[in-house]
Each structure stands twice: as C-alpha cells, then as structure tokens.
C-alpha cells in the first residue's frame, strides 16, 4: 500500500496520535520526558504499521494506553544477584522469602543443607567403608597389602609386600625401614608418627627419648612393650625430622591399615595429630581429638598427645595419662608402675 493513499495517511496519522499520548504519559508517569530523537521520530513516521507493531510490542499497545491510575514510575523489580561458579565449600546464603505477587528468589546455587546430603563413602585400601571427610590424597586402590589370596594378610605377609620399598622419596635418607614391632594378636596398638634417627639405625620404633615415655606409659598402663604393638604411619624416617607430607602418608597408608587389619586389636591408641587425623581421616587438631573415642574400621580408636610432645609440655601429661585411663577402663587394665 502507497502511503499517500488515504489509508496510509489515516494511520499514520493514528500512529502518531499514539505516540503523543504516549509521550505525554511517560512524561507525567516518570516525571521527566522521554526522549525520541529526530532520527528515530523520522523512522518512525516512514515506516508504517510494521514499525507501530514493534512500538505496541516493546511500549504496550497504544490502544491501552495507560489509564490516568496507571503505576508510576515503579521500580523495576528486583534482579537476582549472580552466583560466582565457585563458591568455597559450605558457601551459604540466606533464601529470600517469597514476596507478595513474587516467586520465591532461590539462590542459583545453594548446597543442600547439610542433613539433606548423602554422607560421602570412600573405599579403604583393606576394600572396606567408612564415612570420610575429603583427604588431600586419594587412597591407594587395588588389593591390600600382602594380599595373595582372598584372606586378610598377615604382618609377614605385609611386611614381605613392603619390600625394599621405594613408594616415595623417604626412602632415599632412610638407613632401615621401620616396619613395627611388638604382639602380633595384641588387644592394644600404639601408632605413632614417623621414625626418628634412633629408629631409623635400629629399625625399631620408639627407642630413642621419645619411646622411653611411651614405655613406661605402657608400664603404667599394666602391661610390658612386648604385650602391646607399636608401629607408625611412615615407615620410614623424615629427613631432620620433618612432618611427614601428604604424599609419603599415603604411600604408606595403606600398609598401616592392612597392619591394623592384621592384628584386628580392641584398642588403638593414635598417638599424636598425623596419626589421628590419618587414620580417622579428620583434620581436626588433635588438641580437640584427644581424650575423645572414636572408632576405626569397627575398632575403637583414642586419639592423645604424642610422647615427643609430652616430653616438650609436661604439664600435658596429665591429660595423656587420662586418656590412657580411659583405655585401661575399656580393657580392664589395673594400673602398673606409674610414669
Ligand atoms: N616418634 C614416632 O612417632 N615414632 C617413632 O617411632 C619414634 C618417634
């Protein structure tokens, strides 16, 4: 259609009509007027209906054009803030409540509450499973150490797969491999941290300052070295004594466990924060473990201070010597020569 016929005059006529009263009630319902520049007011009366149609689309039809008591100037409503992608673990918001004509604003990204999610199972190197919070390095997988058949493997069984073990680089400072020593069917197991340098030239745990105490604690506790079993998580020594690292404590992990395994005692007793948080798989300081019971893999487990770290704070003793208490009550144990 020619937009000089009188069709076309009529409603481009109409359309402009539109636009004023349109104008006119931005400019009452924002207070200010709206802004049309000249290019898009020329545009506007060139192009015919199908530009009225995009107007009517993107403005409202003029045809309902607001009424007087249309709203003023409301502000737009209200945008979901954008969640960052990775958020720290445990990151919680509040949900907004669900306003009046509203739908409830729902966090894009929110971890269910902590009851609604699945406890986490990790496979154990001995095949079994625990609920464990996330560790640093994933367990080793395949069968248990000294596995050959489908039975739990002995300590010489275990002790024979250890081998002249070369799993990670404490083996290039150590002088001998510190497997464990002591009862082999024994109701209580000492693990301890790492060999230090008397350990490491005897092969033997706890035989240097630190292994005296935890002798006599033994002593205290009813019972001879040679009733009990004693080993560590690393079987081999820190170079000057250093924290064992992450990966040298899961190369040798599993072997601890299958020791664990292979003994199957009633008690462990977790001396100090590396073999706590090990064996329990729980980061918490050791000052908070202590003194609490825990099981492990079915047996139960007191995690206490360290003799290295009783020897350097004395007025801890006290506290070890009440989680040993609370082991000997669990075993039946009367107090022998007190340290
Ligand atoms: N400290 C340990 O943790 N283990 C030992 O064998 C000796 C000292």
Known sequence: MNENTPDASQDLSALLDDVRRHLLWQEEAAGRVLMIDAKAALELQRSGPSLRERFARTHGAPDA??????????????????VP?????????????????????????????????????????????????????????????????????????????????????L???????VFGSGNPRAELVFVGEGPGENEDLQGVPFVGAAGELLTKMIGAMGYRRDDVYICNVVKCRPPGNRNPEPEEIAACEPFLRAQLAAIQPKVVVALGKFAAQTLLRDSTAITRLRGNWRTYEGIQLMPTFHPAYLLRSPAEKRKAWEDLQAVMKVLGKQPGSRA
């Not at 709203?71 to 803030?81: D, I, L, S, T, V």
């Not at 083996?171 to 491999?177: A, E, P, Q």
């Open 85 to 169: 992608e990775a958020r720290p673990a445990g990151w919680e918001r509040p949900v907004a409540a669900p306003q009046a004509g509203q739908g409830a604003t729902v966090p894009a990204r929110m971890p269910p509450p902590a009851e609604a999610r699945p406890p986490v199972s990790r496979p154990l190197a001995a095949g079994m499973l625990v609920d464990a919070p996330p560790r640093q390095s994933p367990p080793t997988s395949g069968p248990p150490p000294g596995a050959s058949s489908g039975e739990r493997p002995t300590l010489d069984e275990i002790r024979r797969d250890l081998g002249d073990c070369r799993r990670c680089k």
């Open 171 to 177: 083996c290039t400072g150590r002088k001998n491999l």
């Open 65 to 82: 054009a607001p009424a007087p008591q249309a709203p003023r100037a409301e502000p737009p409503p209200p945008r979901m803030p954008t």
